[in-house]
T-cell receptor
Framework: QKEVEQNSGPLSVPEGAIASLNCTYS??????FFWYRQYSGKSPELIMS????GDKEDGRFTAQLNKASQYVSLLIRDSQPSDSATYLC??????????FGTGTKLQVIP | DAMVIQNPRYQVTQFGKPVTLSCSQT?????MYWYQQKSSQAPKLLFH???????NEADTPDNFQSRRPNTSFCFLDIRSPGLGDAAMYLC?????????????FGPGTRLTVL
């Protein structure tokens, strides 16, 4: 069973701080990794994708991938109350299928 | 704007009464997916189409069926909804289903079973 694991949280950070969200996956052949943001009652929205080891930055967001450790993370700098949501880690192992984690709930405290 | 549309946004049905959920896309993507998501859980893939090729997940109950009459539309049929089928149903698309492809989600349909 291919698994994607995340700490369910909630992760509480003060406004302006860095939020660090972590994800581990079990399938070593996984090639692509995605972070989605999901507000309560809404559908997932893509934040970042990463395919190679290392860091990828986009605005306040940085995704980090370490395939040897089967670990992917998302850093949110200068966290805002509007960042409060559940963040889903998703892993694509091929064959047109993506496996999602259960998500980490982030709360940014004003 | 190219997008994924789901109708209705909210659906209420009675126990055992068939229901159909609709998804359409203007992205001209080859792959369309249906997910079920319950509260505080990960989206669970039910099935997907690569063009007209239907791919069912092994643990998807027979109560769930799907149709894709053309590239733009895909339907989810729940033949006899039970209380446990109350959930958010998410439709998603991707261009070719390659490992680097992004999945784009519609707004979802919230299903309530009375």
């Amino acid at each position: 069973q291919k698994e994607v694991e995340q700490n369910s949280g909630p992760l509480s950070v003060p406004e302006g701080a860095i939020a660090s969200l972590n994800c581990t996956y079990s399938d070593r052949v996984s090639q692509s990794f995605f972070w989605y943001r999901q507000y309560s009652g809404k559908s997932p929205e893509l934040i970042m994708s990463i395919y190679s080891n290392g860091d990828k930055e986009d605005g306040r967001f940085t995704a980090q991938l370490n395939k040897a450790s089967q670990y992917v993370s998302l850093l949110i700098r200068d966290s805002q109350p509007s960042d409060s949501a559940t963040y889903l880690c998703a892993v694509n192992g091929g064959y047109q299928k993506v496996t999602f984690g259960t998500g980490t709930k982030l709360q940014v405290i004003p | 704007d190219a997008m994924v549309i789901q109708n209705p946004r909210y659906q209420v049905t009675q126990f055992g009464k068939p229901v159909t959920l609709s998804c359409s896309q203007t992205l001209n993507h080859n792959v369309m997916y249906w997910y079920q998501q319950k509260s505080s859980q990960a989206p669970k893939l039910l099935f997907h189409y690569y063009d007209k090729d239907f791919n069912n997940e092994a643990d998807t109950p027979d109560n769930f069926q799907s149709r894709r009459p053309n590239t733009s539309f895909c339907f989810l049929d729940i033949r006899s909804p039970g209380l446990g089928d109350a959930a958010m149903y998410l439709c998603a698309t991707s261009r070719d289903g390659q490992s680097t492809d992004t999945q784009y989600f519609g707004p979802g349909t919230r299903l309530t079973v009375l």
